[in-house]
């Protein structure tokens, strides 16, 4: 008998993916996978819209339990000769098992189909045999059913093509990230819905709409607000305001961007024009960030310095 018929004999049977050792490409290929899982959550926290990070995780984990399972599925699966199977048990019952293929595996010991083959890697007869697929230790044409095809397709976009231009891959990704983003951000606006005034405090509480309608509630200072004026950009005017009928307010200190309707029956007339007067050009002058009992008593002191000694109140 032939020397590497009876080693195969002798060599354990590899009944699936997970059996007998990992192959370390396979082993690999669940690192990186791992690794991409990782990164795009970590962009997916990256949002800070409650409305887009709860969409984009509900969506991540959506793909990502189906490469798992498509991946394990896969991995487990046996794609030993199913005439193979039948007459191995048929021998363990005490049965005779009755057949007209003529083909015989000398290692296994049973009849095969005619396109079937002997892997050595797993020491078995595979129908349909190919090669070897080094992401989940398995011969290749069996696997590809419905359950492969996530996997094949996450696997094959992940490192197959996108190690033959890794640089322009990358700067595109991050290309749309920051277009997605962006896109996402001048659709959730900040546009007000409600402003409310407090005079003692010299604050405003705000009610406002997010992305996917998302209310939000948030309170600003207001020595810390400005009405943007009208800007030319690229030499190009922008005539976003214009069309939109919308006052772009800034908060200098939280660094956000606001909106208010121009229309003035969105506005109480008594403090519509003194609230304009009082927060528009402050970046032109000088802004130091005080309080504006705190900006008054500056300015006196200012003015205490330049008056003569003799024009200076008695205490």
Same mark, same amino acid.
């Given at each position: 008998?032939?020397?590497?018929?009876?080693?195969?004999?002798?060599?354990?049977?590899?009944?699936?993916?997970?059996?007998?050792?990992?192959?370390?490409?396979?082993?690999?290929?669940?690192?990186?996978?791992?690794?991409?899982?990782?990164?795009?959550?970590?962009?997916?926290?990256?949002?800070?819209?409650?409305?887009?990070?709860?969409?984009?995780?509900?969506?991540?984990?959506?793909?990502?339990?189906?490469?798992?399972?498509?991946?394990?599925?896969?991995?487990?699966?046996?794609?030993?000769?199913?005439?193979?199977?039948?007459?191995?048990?048929?021998?363990?019952?005490?049965?005779?098992?009755?057949?007209?293929?003529?083909?015989?595996?000398?290692?296994?010991?049973?009849?095969?189909?005619?396109?079937?083959?002997?892997?050595?890697?797993?020491?078995?007869?595979?129908?349909?045999?190919?090669?070897?697929?080094?992401?989940?230790?398995?011969?290749?044409?069996?696997?590809?059913?419905?359950?492969?095809?996530?996997?094949?397709?996450?696997?094959?976009?992940?490192?197959?093509?996108?190690?033959?231009?890794?640089?322009? +891959?990358?700067?595109?990704?991050?290309?749309?990230?920051? =277009?997605?983003?962006?896109?996402?951000?001048? !659709?959730? @606006?900040? *546009? %007000?819905?409600?402003?409310?005034?407090?005079?003692?405090?010299?604050?405003?509480?705000?009610?406002?709409?997010?992305?996917?309608?998302?209310?939000?509630?948030?309170?600003?200072?207001?020595?810390?607000?400005?009405?943007?004026?009208?800007?030319?950009?690229?030499?190009?005017?922008?005539?976003?305001?214009?069309?939109?009928?919308?006052?772009?307010?800034?908060?200098?200190?939280?660094?956000?961007?606001?909106?208010?309707?121009?229309?003035? +029956?969105?506005?109480?007339?008594?403090?519509?024009?003194? =609230?304009?007067?009082?927060?528009?050009?402050? !970046?032109? @002058?000088? *802004? %130091?960030?005080?309080?504006?009992?705190?900006?008054?008593?500056?300015?006196?002191?200012?003015?205490?310095?330049?008056?003569?000694?003799?024009?200076?109140?008695?205490?």
């Amino acid at each position: 008998m032939d020397v590497d018929v009876k080693q195969g004999r002798l060599r354990a049977v590899r009944r699936n993916g997970l059996v007998n050792g990992i192959n370390p490409y396979q082993f690999l290929s669940w690192i990186y996978t791992l690794f991409d899982i990782v990164i795009a959550y970590f962009f997916a926290f990256q949002f800070e819209e409650t409305g887009m990070r709860e969409l984009q995780l509900i969506l991540l984990t959506v793909i990502v339990t189906c490469v798992i399972y498509s991946c394990l599925r896969t991995t487990l699966i046996d794609p030993t000769d199913s005439i193979v199977k039948e007459e191995k048990l048929s021998k363990l019952l005490g049965k005779e098992f009755k057949t007209d293929i003529k083909s015989y595996c000398l290692v296994c010991q049973a009849h095969v189909q005619e396109k079937t083959k002997h892997c050595w890697s797993c020491n078995k007869c595979v129908s349909k045999f190919d090669h070897h697929f080094y992401k989940t230790n398995l011969m290749f044409d069996h696997q590809i059913d419905a359950s492969f095809y996530p996997y094949l397709l996450q696997s094959i976009y992940n490192m197959d093509y996108m190690r033959i231009n890794v640089l322009a +891959a990358t700067a595109a990704s991050a290309y749309l990230w920051y =277009f997605h983003h962006m896109s996402m951000n001048d !659709i959730g @606006k900040n *546009y %007000f819905t409600k402003v409310q005034y407090n005079k003692d405090k010299e604050m405003i509480f705000v009610t406002r709409m997010g992305s996917f309608g998302v209310i939000r509630e948030d309170e600003f200072e207001t020595h810390h607000l400005e009405v943007i004026p009208y800007y030319t950009k690229s030499g190009v005017q922008n005539m976003r305001q214009n069309d939109l009928g919308m006052y772009e307010l800034s908060c200098l200190n939280k660094q956000e961007l606001m909106y208010l309707y121009m229309e003035d +029956a969105f506005w109480n007339p008594k403090l519509k024009t003194q =609230f304009l007067t009082n927060h528009t050009q402050l !970046i032109s @002058k000088q *802004y %130091f960030g005080l309080k504006r009992n705190e900006q008054e008593e500056y300015e006196k002191t200012q003015t205490l310095k330049e008056l003569p000694l003799k024009d200076l109140p008695v205490p």
